[in-house]
């Protein structure tokens, strides 16, 4: 049996999509017989938390292939101006999850950011706001990683505006309905058919 690993944050756990659990739960349904699937999504994670438990929710599997979706709370920021993760450790952190994956031998795929609707996000609870700049910032950094590395990357942001965008296809400004979650779980098997 072969080993697929979601790990991620809040979308990743499917949050906001009712009808399915979450685009990881939707393409672990079209897996083939052979694979089988971990979800590790936590709602609220950024980098450093999930270099917290990498071990043991991702790396103790010895997963074939790693699915990364990170970051969009590494972006987020406080009223005040301060961001949850700068950019700059959030690179760092990814550099930290590259060298721990590499032992590992699984194969990586780094899944892009979705656009936030900021009409709904500015700010979305008591001081947090979520910016279309920042998610875009960091959504570039996942790329730059990604190539530098040798992983896959899915982009999301263009299919997401193609299909509506975040006023559409987000409940909150931020989490996917669930034809948002469709979406995603399309772009990602897409790109798991390479690897497979």
Do not use: C
Request: proline share 4%; charged share 20%; glycine share 10%.
């Amino acid at each position: 049996m072969k080993t697929i690993v979601f790990i991620g944050d809040s979308i990743t756990e499917g949050a906001a999509d009712h009808e399915s659990g979450g685009w990881t739960r939707r393409l672990a349904a079209t897996l083939p017989d052979d694979w089988e699937a971990v979800h590790a999504g936590v709602g609220g994670d950024t980098i450093y938390l999930i270099l917290e438990r990498l071990e043991q929710d991702a790396l103790i599997y010895k997963p074939d292939i790693l699915v990364l979706a990170v970051g969009i709370n590494d972006s987020r920021r406080y009223t005040a101006g301060r961001y949850e993760v700068t950019l700059e450790d959030f690179e760092h952190g990814l550099a930290e999850f590259a060298r721990r994956v590499a032992e590992s031998g699984a194969r990586v795929i780094v899944v892009g950011l979705t656009p936030v609707d900021e009409p709904r996000t500015l700010p979305i609870a008591e001081d947090l706001h979520y910016t279309q700049i920042a998610a875009r910032d960091y959504d570039a950094a996942l790329q730059r990683f990604a190539e530098q590395h040798g992983y896959g990357y899915v982009p999301l942001m263009a299919a997401f505006e193609l299909a509506g965008g975040a006023a559409q296809l987000t409940s909150d400004g931020l989490h996917p309905t669930p034809a948002g979650h469709a979406l995603i779980a399309e772009a990602v098997g897409a790109a798991l058919q390479a690897l497979m």
